[in-house]
């Protein structure tokens, strides 16, 4: 091609590092911010208050039911409004399992994420004939079906408001206090992360981003468009529900209040405010949205303004939907762009480009 | 010049409600060589491409690649049956680079279940070594170098519909069909085609499937052509035989 | 009897805000999830301006001209800014839109319940049965307001107009339509009709943040007739009501929920376009 001249700098020496260096997670000088990162959270409890420990606590969890969603809203671009849903069943698996078999944990999380699979192959079926963006209906109707059988479930079955949840115990030693929780959830999110941006770096990953973009295009290609959604769908779902099941048990108890169509609608807010597509993206945005009740407050504490607990969480929903619609407007590949964007400015300057060969995606 | 056809097209009929897109179209590739297809707008070249690819199912008809009938396959297994496609429109995946677009073509040769993906150690990751190398061939073949981590989204045409054509040829097939690989392309950028045609069909010997609206290039370089209009082969034969025909000048002139 | 008046009460309710969702998404392909909540928080508007003492024929326009406002404002805010962009975007601006306004209604009507009073009397004798005259009201209402959405998108010339954005939105660009006009009119009409409906519900049913739950059924509703289709959404809106009504007589309102899902994902299993709506056409290559 006459404008594609073979470039030299484009070609390093032996045919492995090229390939390999275009699809390390990491390179060069981001491990050792990596490893900045990893002291300063090992560290974390040490610096912060018991009730700042629960908020991360909190982010943590919410990192990982992000991450889940980010996979099948970002890059496949289906949107969910069943998130509330798939944590529910997480979190009712939890109680249900504690409730009638007194199950050890970690069988209730293989239940939950076996429901939860098996609840997102049921909204996939018929959302395979549909178009992406018919999906949020049928996610959204699952969301209604599934909290009021949680709620038949809770009135007729358990004969109370909610189910309590012993903590997990590995041999004596029981799960309670906020700092092993810490350091437990840590690990979980960590290989939760890694395993999400393993996934966006395979084939499985590519194929979903291909079948958003292209739907016919793909299928040419030889990806079978069904088999794409459903594994898209049912690895979601199992994610997100094993999320919910730790946040129950996390919590010690679970009821159907807590899963309404606002906690969906909060976990799009993290995405959209994150970046769509980005796992970076979904952890900022988990840790901005958690925290944000708690910062408003906070902001009110010191501003010694009084309002209603009621003005309050009405102050909560109009945020995260500003949020929603600014993100969505102005900038909808978020902060995860907007991270990167300033990155290059300070490591490109005085440039204000970086040079073709060395553009990576992420 | 009857030599083993690699793709047989026998007497397909596609109708959508009233329309008769295609009314008995016969037509063979030969397993080596450029064969072209060509036809005023309207003549169902691309509705033959997609009968081909499965994305059409004709009522009746027979489509044989070597020998096996493709009809009633859905598109991907058209794919893995061996036959690679390029697009009329930009049909890139514009979120992917272009790596990742021809690594895509190759969906179907990569095995291994969601777990191994997540962990992506040992095997997957010498799986996506070992395509990520096949790639890096057809990157080289089509001279993209520069190009290899932009987005799709962000080239410029001429390199998007390289690539298109370069994504057809990703998954090693066994036949290439071409939607216009040519159209809107500047002179500079049509003659690259015309060297990768060549170099396909002489170095690589792939049979190809050509639909193109540039009638010289096609008598330049095709070694067969069937002329198509109103969903009917009007006339086939080599370049010298479709230059000097009257129906095909007809069709074209109006 | 009064079973089927109550029936085709919730119908006719439902079967406006699905007109009004249909009606945006014909012109604009956005599917609008903030049409329950813009339907309560006119009916709360409806609730603040009869209780400080407007009579009806005052507090219904009031209901309606905030339904067109809150129809302007969102669509000039925020549908234009994305109109053509991934119908992704469309949907997430509009859960932004409905958490928004559930918010708003919380701050300032403090998602309290009421109820709206009956602009007429109590009760009416018809044919020996005894009826609460809103009932009447609302059954009146909404279907005369279906049958005027009807007539003026079959027979008025910006009904035509819409229809000729909804085919093909770039043929009627060319042929000089202003499309940006016809699209904000289908927003703000449908936002009117939403606000109408939000008020008829307030006559039957309690007004709250729970009660937005109606613009997911008539999302239900509009889905099962064919999101593009003006008879589906009617049709839909039917099947719902039914289907919610006998649901709640036998079992229990939780159970109504679950029905509807159960039968939405029937439908769209085996016709994904809805009963009535057109099959989209494949990409094309």
Redesign the interface.
Known sequence: MSAGRPDPAGRPPTLPTRITHRFELFRGREWAWLGMGAVAALAWPLLVTQHWLHITNLSLIAVMGAVGLNLLTGNARLVSLGQAAFLAIGGFSAGAMAHHFAAPFWLSLIVAMLLGGLFGLIVAIPSLRLKALYVAITTLALHFGVTAAFAVYLARVIRSEGILIDPPHFGFFELYDAAPWYYFLLVIAALVVIGALNLQRSHLGRRWVAVADHEVASAALGISIYRAKVSVFVITSMLVSFAGCLGAYYEGVVTEGFYDLHLAIAYLAMIIVGGLGSVLGSILGAFLITLMPYGLDFLLKIGGIKISAGSISGMHSVLYGLLIVGFMLFEPLGLAEIWRRVRDYFTLWPFKYRPLDQLRQR | MKVEARLEIRDVRLNFGEIEALRGVDCGVPSHGITALIGPNGAGK?ALL?TV???YRPQSGEVLLDGEDLVGL???A???AGVG?S???L???????V??NL???R??L?SGD?VS????YGP?RRQ??R???AV?SIVDF??????????AKTL?Y??QK?VGFA?AMA?EPKLLLL?EPGSGLTR??K??LARFLLRLRDDRKIPILWIEHDLDMVLDLADRIYALDLGRVIASGDPGEIRDNAAVAASYVG | MLQVITVLEIAGVYALLALGLVMIYRTSRVLNLAQGELAIICAYVAAVTTGSGFPWFLAIPATLATGAVAGAVIYISTMRPILGESPVVGIMTTVGVAILIRGLMVIFFGGDTTMLDSPFGDTVVLSGIEIGSEHLFVLGGSWGCVLLIILFNFYSSTGLLMRAVSDDVTLAAQRGIDVDRIVGIAWVLALVVGAMAGYLHGQRALISTAATLIGVNALIAAFIGGMDSFRGAIVGALTVAVVEFVTIQLVESHWAEIALVVLMLVVLTFRPWGLFGTVEELERV
Request: hydrophobic share 40%; glycine share 4%; charged share 30%.
């Open positions: 691309t997609n690819s499965g994305i859905p598109p991907h058209v794919a893995k496609r697009f009329q429109h049909e890139l995946f514009p979120r992917l680079t790596t990742e690594l895509v073509a969906d179907f990569f969601p993906s997540m962990v992506f997957a996506e070594m395509h990520r190398e890096e089509f001279e993209l170098w520069p190009y290899r981590d932009v987005l410029p001429g390199v390289i994504r998954s939607d500079d950028e003659e690259d």
